[in-house]
């Protein structure tokens, strides 16, 4: 996988995105707190029932009121995000600051609980930041963050996580599924389920030193981590969904 430098990266990526007060990206926030207000309320879903609810209901809306299935990924990115980091990491503030006028942040937020993936909430993180960095920039770019982040963490106390890298791949792919074939946020509208689009991941390593993914499988230039790498891959392309949505078109 191609690793530009740090300063190229800069470089390559949008200076911002045209936002008005009513943008899509915003509209499509108001109606993820919407949702969340509205299951705080009734409903009371928790853990990954509330992730495909909040994501069923963004793509209803984004459906039914014509919104680009770009905005709607960049929505869930923003949405979903308590730390905020789209707006604010040096790589990529300058992308996604124009979509701060977000009023509802902190009422969406206060609503909206715990949604999951696979019942940790890091992995609907990397899952959704993923699927809006794909859909502001492009894969590649998506993919070279993700990596970047899993490196800095191994320098860290929370370690490298293979499985983190799987969520970012799961993104991707749901995004570049619908970038490619809009019409597709019908399915997600109506059946969206955690378990379809993030394979099980339980297995992958974690916590992860330097040392310990040099050692083990040579840093990412390495023999070893390209395999483990190509076998995250494998897990996410797998999936039915993907097959399925594959031999449909893409």
């Known amino acids: ?30 109606q993820m707190r919407t949702a ?27 459906q039914q009121e014509r919104i680009p299935a770009k905005d709607f990924l960049i929505a869930l990115g923003l949405g979903l995000d ?4 789209l707006r604010k990491h040096p790589l990529t503030r300058r992308t996604f600051q124009p979509f701060g006028a977000d009023d509802d ?10 949604p999951t993936m696979r019942k940790r909430h890091d992995w609907l993180l990397h899952f959704s930041l993923s699927a809006a960095l794909t859909a502001a920039t492009n894969a590649e770019t998506a993919q070279i963050i993700g990596l970047g982040k ?26 570049r599924q ?17 378990e379809d689009f993030l394979p099980p991941l339980g297995d992958l390593e974690e916590n992860l030193s330097l040392d310990a993914l040099t050692s083990k499988y040579g840093g990412p230039d390495g023999v ?13 392309d797998d999936q039915p969904i993907f097959k399925m949505w594959m031999k449909t078109g893409f």
């Open 1 to 30: 996988m191609c690793r530009p430098t740090l300063s190229l990266l800069l470089l390559a990526l949008p200076s911002g995105l045209a936002a008005q007060e009513t943008s899509p990206v915003v509209r499509v926030l108001i």
């Open 36 to 62: 969340a207000e509205a299951n705080a309320q009734n409903a009371k879903k928790t853990g990954d029932p509330l992730a495909e609810l909040i994501i069923r209901e963004a793509a209803r809306f984004s």
């Open 82 to 85: 308590r730390s905020d980091t």
């Open 105 to 114: 942040r902190e009422r969406r937020l206060k609503a909206l609980g715990e």
């Open 150 to 175: 899993e490196l800095q963490d191994a320098l860290g106390p929370s370690g490298f996580s293979f499985a983190d890298l799987a969520a970012d791949e799961a993104g991707i792919a749901f995004a």
């Open 178 to 194: 619908l970038l490619a074939h809009p019409e597709r946020l019908r399915d997600v509208a109506a059946s969206f389920a955690v």
């Open 224 to 236: 070893a981590f390209r395999a483990a790498y190509r076998d995250i891959r494998r897990r996410v």
